[in-house]
């Protein structure tokens, strides 16, 4: 399986009053972080940024591709679209992020490309809760999403039940992550300050 990334940047960052992507993280920024983690585990050239029109990004490598949203403003599922549009076409399928979350721990997108098996769709669950921005998606359901955005169709939900995903318990992740760091994203200001303490920045 040829495997790529992509990290969602073009959200509106309400609750923060900031844009995530250019947050300070110790030496770097925020999404200068993302891409450094998840080349660990993707090649960069199969590694996509999709970002809002006219979105101001800082400096990125030059093998990373960065894509604009093709539906502003609608949501995840625009994002997603935009990014699995961008990766290159040898690619199967793709770990996909958030650029807020700092603490990601690449063993954990390494284990979902593992655990994908051959769904469609490998997405973590807590209790009730999904992290759809912590899964892994095959290149496969671009033309499903793209259905469901027409359809004015934008909840993520839609799409895990129209293709076979598989819902990964995240206690089967705790061994690569045993705190699940991964899933704690920073929406805002006292999380984006806790996660500084914990790396002492």
């Keep these: 399986m040829t495997t790529g990334g992509i990290i969602l940047c073009g959200g509106k960052s309400t609750r923060m009053g900031r844009d995530k992507a250019t947050l300070p993280f110790g030496p770097e920024l925020m999404l200068e972080r993302i891409v450094r983690l998840l080349s660990e585990v993707v090649t960069p ?43 290159p076409a040898d690619v199967d399928a793709a770990y996909i992020t958030s650029c807020d979350v700092p603490l990601l721990v690449p063993a954990f997108a390494a284990r979902m490309f593992e655990l994908l098996g051959d769904h469609d769709i490998a997405v973590p669950i807590e209790t009730d809760q999904l992290h759809p921005l912590a899964a892994v998606y095959r290149t496969s359901v ?13 909840r993520l939900r839609s799409l895990f039940d129209e293709v076979n995903t598989r819902f990964v318990p995240v206690d089967e992740l705790r061994p690569v992550d045993p705190d699940l760091k991964t899933l704690l994203n920073l929406n805002r200001d006292e999380d984006y300050q806790a996660a500084l303490r914990h790396i002492g920045a």
């Excluded at 006219?54 to 400096?59: A, V, Y």
């Design 45 to 87: 050239s199969r590694l996509v940024v999709a970002a809002a029109p006219g979105q101001s990004l800082p400096p990125l490598p030059p093998p990373l591709i960065v894509s604009r949203d093709e539906h502003p403003e609608r949501g995840p599922l625009a994002g997603i679209v935009a990014g699995l549009a961008a990766l």
């Design 142 to 154: 671009l033309a499903h999403a793209r259905r469901l955005i027409a359809a004015n169709q934008l």
